[in-house]
């Protein structure tokens, strides 16, 4: 559906209308309402920093549209998000299986030192650290009752409390 917007001395007013509404109200399209574009909030890189939680309203090549501000993370802000993620990953819990996986300063990731193998339907396939490879994990036991997987006993414990 088409969106328009109220102008005045070339500013917008306002938010954007549908076209419906304002043939629904005026009979018509105003003339100070103009053509407006709606652009999905972009999604961010890693290291990208969305300015503001609501784009700014400008006109690009006579249309009005949605401007989103993006920018990329300084240098404090990325050592910051990498060190989160770096503290997260080290304080839950078994974490001493992934002690071999290593962080990908590009992507802000532990990554495997293995690649992971191709789903297989069926399977459960989890990291092994004592192996320090893929490993098939027994199945989840299907007596109604919660379980959390133990990866020092390769077992499914029930979970009690």
């Known amino acids: 559906m088409n969106l328009y917007i109220?102008?005045?001395?070339?500013?917008?007013?306002?938010?954007?209308?549908?076209?419906y509404?304002?043939?629904?109200?005026?009979?018509?399209?105003?003339?100070?309402?103009?053509p407006f574009t709606r652009v999905p909030r972009p999604v961010l890189g890693v290291y990208d920093v969305l300015e503001s939680e609501t784009p700014t309203y400008q006109k690009v090549n006579g249309v009005w549209?949605?401007?989103w501000s993006v920018r990329p993370m300084t240098v404090e802000e990325k050592s910051a998000r990498q060190?989160?993620?770096?503290?997260?990953?080290?304080?839950?819990?078994?974490?001493?299986?992934?002690?071999?996986?290593?962080?990908?300063?590009?992507?802000c990731r532990y990554e495997p030192p293995v690649p992971p193998p191709e789903?297989?339907?069926?399977?459960?396939?989890?990291?092994?650290?004592?192996?320090?490879?893929?490993?098939?994990?027994?199945?989840?036991?299907?007596?109604?009752?919660?379980?959390?997987?133990?990866f020092a006993s390769w077992s499914w414990v029930e979970v009690t409390a």
Do not use: M
Request: net charge negative.
């Open 6 to 19: 109220e102008t005045e001395n070339g500013q917008c007013k306002n938010h954007p209308a549908f076209e």
């Open 83 to 107: 060190q989160d993620v770096k503290d997260f990953w080290t304080q839950r819990d078994q974490a001493e299986n992934w002690s071999a996986w290593v962080f990908n300063e590009d992507t």
């Open 119 to 150: 789903p297989v339907e069926g399977k459960l396939i989890f990291w092994s650290g004592a192996d320090n490879n893929w490993k098939e994990a027994p199945a989840y036991p299907k007596d109604g009752k919660e379980y959390k997987f133990v």
């Open 21 to 34: 509404n304002l043939i629904q109200a005026f009979g018509q399209i105003p003339a100070h309402w103009e």
């Open 65 to 67: 549209t949605d401007i």
